[in-house]
Structure formats: structure tokens, C-alpha cells
């Protein structure tokens, strides 16, 4: 049984919600459960541990994948908040999941990245976000809508001979779009794989000498545009074979 180690998301103390209110919840969003879940697959939601205690569940996993959920901390990338602090991100998520990463890499473990955890990645290669994007690009992309969520879709432009190019075997790629934050300065060693085609935001890269890569948008979400969307089997199985 091949092992995929993910990264929780995190719900924080509540009084008013009903179930475990005064409690942290640490859980997976249900489409990528599923999403990862395959014959020989088990993925596995990774606990909020110190290090040393985490390091044996660690070893435990053949690669790694950091899903979707709040924003990074502005404080986590060597910014200060914009907006009277109107994003702040959650900065405990983000010390657990470079802790978690910082193990991957050290020990060269395939790594998978997701809409936030594609941000993630690029933070930790010493890259920065856009903390929103329509506010600090002008963008004329609809990259979120909190009403219509996984039904916003656009165009992707992959570069040529790139990570998705040679996945696709593609130049264009329809892809669903659920983020307000994105790249702006791109990590150390990281390559850019597919590019927004009007706004030219970058949707997908790959690290040049690690097995780690990631997409802005979320695979697992697909089924819900299926036959406008790309199919996002073919992403998870490069990541498989990348385990093997």
C-alpha cells in the first residue's frame, strides 16, 4: 500500500459552532480524500505534532501533498498585511506545513502542490504572493468567486516543453479557479510550467532538480466543470509514478 502523506486543514476554537466548538479540528476537504484515494493508494491526513514527534509518521509516507484551504500569512513570505490586515492568513497552518515540507525536501520526497500548497511551495522556496490579486495586479481574470466557487474557469498557456506540455501534450489547458492570492516573485530553482493566458499570473511549476511540483488550481474540484476542465487523473498519475 503506497502511502500519501497530506497535509490537514484546520478549523480553530469556535464557542458557536455546534459540534467540537471549543475544539481545533484538524481534517481533509472531502474531493481530495477522494481525489487521492485509489487502488494500493491510502492517503493519510498528517497530525499537528511538534517535529520530533512527527518525524517517524514522516518517514511512514512515499510523498507528500499540501491541499487548498486559508491564505498564507503575509508574515510567512517577509511581508506586512495590506488591507488593515484584511487577510491574515493562518501563520500556525503555515509553520506546521513548512515543517512538513522541509522534511520532504531534505529527504527528496515527491511533493505535491495545491492552490494553497502550490503557494506554499512557492514560499518556501523564497518566493512571494500577491496577497489579493484584483486589488495589487488590476487583473481582468475572475481568479474567485465566493458564489459560483468551483464553477469559475479559465484558459492556461503552458510553456513550451514544460512539466504540463509534455503531461498534456497540450498547449492550452482549461482549468477551474478558486484563489484571491498568487504568485508574485517566484521561489529559487523553481520553473514555470503554465502561465494564465490573459494575465499572464503563474498557474503551475516544478522545482529543477527535486520530484516537487504544484498547480495554482484545484484537480479535485473538476468534477464539477467536467467537460469544460481538464481531466485531473493525468496530474496524479505523474505524481504516482513519481512515488515508485
Not at 479540528?25 to 497530525?47: T, W
Not at 484551504?69 to 490586515?85: C, H, K, R, V
Not at 506540455?165 to 482549468?175: G, P
Request: net charge negative; glycine share 8%.
Amino acid at each position: 500500500m503506497i502511502r500519501i502523506g497530506v497535509s490537514a486543514c484546520f478549523m480553530y476554537p469556535d464557542p458557536a459552532r455546534v459540534v467540537f466548538g471549543h475544539k481545533q479540528l484538524s481534517y481533509f476537504e472531502h474531493d481530495m480524500s477522494r481525489f487521492l484515494s485509489r487502488k494500493g493508494i491510502m492517503p493519510v491526513l498528517i497530525p499537528d505534532l511538534p517535529k520530533d514527534q512527527l518525524v517517524p509518521f514522516l518517514s511512514e509516507m512515499q510523498g507528500f501533498v499540501f491541499q487548498g484551504g486559508a491564505d498564507l500569512a503575509p508574515s510567512s513570505y517577509g511581508e506586512t498585511p495590506i488591507e488593515n490586515g484584511r487577510w491574515p492568513g493562518d501563520p500556525h497552518r503555515d509553520a506546521y506545513e513548512l515543517s512538513i515540507l522541509d522534511w520532504a525536501v531534505e529527504n527528496k520526497k515527491p511533493v505535491f502542490g495545491i492552490c494553497r500548497g502550490f503557494q506554499l511551495l512557492n514560499v518556501y522556496f523564497g518566493g512571494t504572493l500577491y496577497q489579493d490579486l484584483l486589488l495589487q495586479t488590476g487583473t481582468p481574470v475572475e481568479h474567485r468567486n465566493a458564489e459560483k466557487y468551483d464553477h469559475v474557469f479559465h484558459e492556461v498557456e503552458c510553456t513550451k516543453d514544460g512539466l504540463l506540455a509534455k503531461i498534456y501534450q497540450q498547449e492550452r489547458l482549461t482549468v477551474n479557479s478558486v484563489h484571491h492570492q498568487g504568485v508574485k516573485t517566484l521561489g529559487k530553482d523553481l520553473q514555470v510550467d503554465a502561465r494564465s493566458r490573459q494575465d499572464g499570473l503563474i498557474e503551475a511549476f516544478h522545482h529543477t532538480a527535486l520530484p516537487v511540483f504544484g498547480v495554482q488550481w484545484h484537480p479535485e474540484f473538476s468534477h464539477t466543470l467536467r467537460g469544460t476542465v481538464i481531466d485531473p487523473n493525468p496530474l496524479l498519475d505523474y505524481f504516482l509514478e513519481q512515488l515508485k
